[in-house]
T-cell receptor
Framework: ETGVTQSPTHLIKTRGQQVTLRCSSQSGHNTVSWYQQALGQGPQFIFQYYREEENGRGNFPPRFSGLQFPNYSSELNVNALELDDSALYLC?????????????FGPGTRLTVL | QKEVEQDPGPLSVPEGAIVSLNCTYS??????FMWYRQYSRKGPELLMYTYSSGNKEDGRFTAQVDKSSKYISLFIRDSQPSDSATYLCAMSEGTGGFKTIFGAGTRLFVKA
């Protein structure tokens, strides 16, 4: 069974730029959720994708957008980067409507915005 | 007031001690309750999940949920230095991780 993988591991961008982060789901999982974790805080839910559609969104502006592909991998795109976007971005996969609530997280992408 | 409150610690205990970690919450619609362990610069690792009220045990770990008090706990028996990490409580209304809300995490140090 393959776990959740994310790329890249680290990324440095400047304010105003755009960034794309990638995630591969765990085998057998059809749902991907993205979280932002600021230093010293718990992860905050950004949005979830199920069957290539956004399935719910947290309190994040539209410049945070995503995609899910037929193989259930996913991308997180952030436009017009701000300094406060510096954080660890986590992807988690799960099996929606499978009767359980287990989410498995990837190692994260650490984004630094200068 | 945050939906989920968790004491950030740090909590320092000697090896072999029983550790008690707790969270309170305000949303009575939460049905699924999880505990994650996160080592520095790594993703969270699922330790325990519980549906509704009750207890669940897995090895040295016991999770308790009291929905009437909106209070959840994680107990770690015979703590080891390798248990030193940040412990995150998390909860959600629906399955599949939908809109899961996390606590801020408690940093635990287990001294050899």
């Amino acid at each position: 069974e393959t776990g959740v993988t994310q790329s890249p591991t680290h990324l440095i961008k400047t304010r105003g730029q755009q960034v794309t982060l990638r995630c591969s789901s765990q085998s057998g999982h059809n749902t991907v959720s993205w979280y932002q974790q600021a230093l010293g805080q718990g992860p905050q839910f950004i949005f979830q994708y199920y069957r290539e559609e956004e399935n719910g969104r947290g309190n994040f502006p539209p410049r945070f957008s995503g995609l899910q592909f037929p193989n259930y991998s996913s991308e997180l795109n952030v436009n017009a980067l701000e300094l406060d976007d510096s954080a660890l971005y986590l992807c988690a996969s799960s099996r929606l409507r499978g009767g359980d609530n287990e989410q498995f997280f990837g190692p994260g992408t650490r984004l630094t915005v200068l | 007031q945050k939906e989920v409150e968790q004491d950030p610690g740090p909590l320092s205990v000697p090896e072999g001690a029983i550790v008690s970690l707790n969270c309170t919450y305000s949303n009575s619609a939460f049905q699924y309750f999880m505990w994650y362990r996160q080592y520095s610069r790594k993703g969270p690792e699922l330790l325990m999940y519980t549906y509704s009220s009750g207890n669940k045990e897995d090895g040295r770990f016991t999770a308790q949920v009291d929905k009437s008090s909106k209070y959840i706990s994680l107990f770690i028996r015979d703590s080891q230095p390798s248990d030193s990490a940040t412990y995150l409580c998390a909860m959600s209304e629906g399955t599949g991780g939908f809109k899961t809300i996390f606590g801020a995490g408690t940093r635990l140090f287990v001294k050899a």
